[in-house]
């Protein structure tokens, strides 16, 4: 079993700027690529940013040059940096992990979802 716990969700101001956490724990042999989603209500769930094993990432369009995602492989915590926010950029974030467990088969995780609400 594997769990992702995300944390810093909140309430903020436009151009504002939060920082979400999300840890992976449990049978956890190692951790390939990490992600964030976003889903607002009635819309699609998307890719807001990704970075590999290796530390390579990648950006959706409307993020790009204001948020930044980073990971700390001790702490099997993936980290997203959100600055100038929107009012657009509210939405439920989810931590997505790319895990392979002892048994050596690999796994999509997801964390529980954390609100951010972007409002003057």
């Known amino acids: 079993q594997v769990q992702l716990v995300e944390s810093g969700g909140g309430l903020v101001q436009p151009g504002g700027s939060l920082r979400l956490s999300c840890a992976a724990s449990?049978?956890?042999?190692?951790?390939?690529?990490m992600a964030w989603y976003r889903q607002a209500p009635g819309k699609e769930r998307d890719l807001v940013a990704s970075?590999?094993?290796?530390?390579?990432?990648t950006y959706a369009d409307s993020v790009q040059g204001r948020f930044t995602i980073s990971r700390d492989n001790t702490k099997n915590t993936v980290y997203l940096q959100m600055n100038s926010l929107k009012l657009e950029d509210t939405a439920v974030y989810y931590c997505?992990?790319?895990?392979?467990?002892?048994?050596?088969?690999?796994?999509?995780?997801w964390g529980q979802g954390t609100q951010v609400t972007v409002s003057s």
């Open positions: 449990g049978n956890i042999f190692s951790i390939n690529a």
């Open positions: 997505n992990a790319q895990i392979e467990t002892w048994s050596r088969r690999t796994y999509d995780y």
């Open positions: 970075i590999t094993s290796g530390g390579m990432t």
